[in-house]
């Protein structure tokens, strides 16, 4: 065997079926815990705030509110509540980063019209990552091995967002900078200031947590 085929053989064995991946990144979450998220914001609005808390639960979606009395409630990716909706662009959407049932990630995946069916192998910064929906593909999902740990949505021709420089904030990993794009490039920027395990149900969910906001500061 020549030594351009064993490679090309050992490359090949290294991608395995999306349904699999899917299956393995489940695992690797099923003892998820819902999450307390700072970070500091820096977005193309002017008017957006300096920092937002982001509250997330593997199964429920999450709540993010901001020091100037802003709150959302975000559901299967969008807005169902909030002091003002349409959510803005900054609102991130974290959820995809701990929900830990396969059928809520095929979910996710199918809204952002990513393919689970199409796998690849690619190199991204300083490892490997499985591109699910194909590197040719409209829409992908970045995943680097060995930790399963999401790198990038990509659709259509621009990178919607990405999750670079993960790290331990304590005993949990996770990704220090996020960054929110459109077609027309950054829409925001999070810089992950901390993150802890808290205790999250659907009553603090609910629409009326939005309702009972304090009043909006002054921008």
Do not use: F, I, S
């Given at each position: 065997m020549s030594r351009v085929l064993a490679l090309a053989l050992a490359w090949l064995a290294y991608v395995v079926p999306g349904?699999?991946?899917?299956g393995m990144l489940a695992e690797t979450r099923s003892a998820r815990t819902p999450l307390r998220v700072e970070a500091k914001l820096q977005a193309r609005d002017g008017k957006a705030p300096a920092g937002l808390v982001i509250e997330i639960h593997p199964d429920l979606g999450e709540r993010v509110s901001d020091e100037r009395g802003g709150r959302w409630v975000v559901s299967g990716g969008k807005a169902t509540a909030g002091t003002q909706?349409?959510?803005?662009?900054?609102?991130?959407?974290?959820?995809?980063?701990?929900m830990r049932r396969e059928s809520q990630l095929r979910g996710w995946l199918g809204a952002?019209?990513?393919?689970?069916?199409?796998?690849?192998?690619?190199?991204?910064?300083?490892?490997?990552?499985?591109?699910?929906?194909?590197?040719?593909?409209?829409?992908?999902?970045?995943i680097q091995k060995p930790g399963l740990e999401l790198?990038?949505?990509?659709g259509g021709k621009a990178t919607r967002a990405s999750y670079d420089d993960w790290q331990e904030f304590g005993k949990i990993r996770f990704p220090k900078r996020i960054e929110i794009s459109d077609e027309s490039g950054s829409v925001a920027t999070l810089t992950v200031q901390s993150v802890n395990a808290i205790t999250l149900g659907a009553a603090e969910l609910a629409p009326s947590w939005v309702q009972a906001a304090p009043a909006a500061k002054q921008r």
């Open positions: 349904d699999r991946v899917l909706l349409p959510a803005p662009a900054w609102v991130p959407d974290l959820a995809p980063l701990v952002e019209g990513v393919d689970p069916a199409q796998n690849d192998l690619a190199r991204c910064g300083d490892g490997d990552c499985w591109v699910l929906g194909g590197r040719a593909g409209p829409a992908q999902l970045w790198r990038k949505l990509v």
